[in-house]
């Protein structure tokens, strides 16, 4: 089973991946503008990730909430999205 512990050290790893400044970011660092300030491409790139790694989506009407998450809120929002995906 996925924990939001597990997908914060992912995402974490994919920011630092993707060249971003990881300095400072913790569970209640804000993923938009206040926070981490991830333009759209880079939550694309950021949601392909999880999207390979945990079996998540997230529809593109979604992407402006994400921005208003705290990275814990989103790794407890992408565990119990994995949660519910069934294996094959």
Known sequence: MTTAEEVIAFTVESLEEMNLDVDGVGPETMIGPSGIDLDSLAVAELAARLEDRF???????????????TLSEFAA????????????
Not at 56 to 67: C, Q, R, T, W
Not at 77 to 88: H, I
Request: aromatic share 4%; glycine share 8%.
């Open 77 to 88: 929002t992408v565990a119990e999205r994995a949660a519910q995906v069934l294996p094959g």
């Open 55 to 69: 079996g998540v989506s997230f529809p593109e009407d979604e992407v402006e909430l994400l921005a208003l998450m």
